[in-house]
């Protein structure tokens, strides 16, 4: 085969199913009988040359996709550490968030407590002060706990190892 593209018209003077059925065997796409009308043949010329088109367009648009499919996995390998780290973020984000705001909470509570006036004395509210204070060094600690993790996770390399699905089966 020169080009496996190119539409082939098989003409013969012997039309005989066997001999159609080689020209097919053999790579020929339409089969014709001498003489050939030469409006079937026109219109045979024609089917072919639109069909060798199309074939050529699909292999090149196949290639195409290839191509692209080939760079997209390359790109998807080179950039998957950070796609992990940018999930691993939106995670510390998150969980971040609940200790942040018992921070909050508790300090503004720990102002009240301070700006508000003492009745019955200073004991109840130093308590609670303290409470307060514990509270917020505990949600401080867990942040920090979150934190540290998330960095000491980023520094680390992440790997896969390919597997063979069918191998495992």
């Given at each position: ?13 012997y ?12 790579g020929?796409?339409?089969?014709l009988?001498?003489?050939?009308d030469v409006?079937?043949l026109a219109?045979a010329?024609?089917?072919q ?8 367009m ?17 790109e998807v ?5 950070r796609?992990?780290q940018g ?7 998150h ?9 909050v ?7 009240s407590e ?5 009745v019955g004395?200073g ?5 609670h002060?303290?409470?307060?204070v514990?509270?917020?060094c505990?949600a ?11 960095r000491r ?12 699905l069918v191998?495992?089966?």
């Amino acid at each position: 085969k020169i080009d496996s593209v190119v539409g082939v018209i098989m003409l013969t003077g012997y039309g005989t199913l066997q001999t159609a059925q080689q020209a097919m065997i053999f790579g020929a796409n339409q089969y014709l009988r001498k003489p050939p009308d030469v409006f079937e043949l026109a219109e045979a010329v024609r089917n072919q040359a639109r069909a060798s088109r199309h074939r050529r367009m699909y292999l090149e648009a196949l290639a195409s996709a290839q191509a692209m499919e080939k760079n997209l996995k390359q790109e998807v390998e080179e950039n998957l550490s950070r796609v992990w780290q940018g999930k691993a973020a939106a995670e510390l984000v998150h969980d971040l968030v609940n200790p942040l705001s018992i921070v909050v909470g508790y300090a503004s509570l720990l102002s009240s407590e301070i700006r508000a006036p003492r009745v019955g004395g200073g004991v109840t509210s130093t308590v609670h002060a303290a409470e307060y204070v514990d509270t917020i060094c505990r949600a401080a600690d867990y942040c920090r706990y979150l934190a540290e993790n998330w960095r000491r996770m980023a520094k680390a390399s992440v790997s896969f190892d390919k597997i063979d699905l069918v191998e495992l089966l």
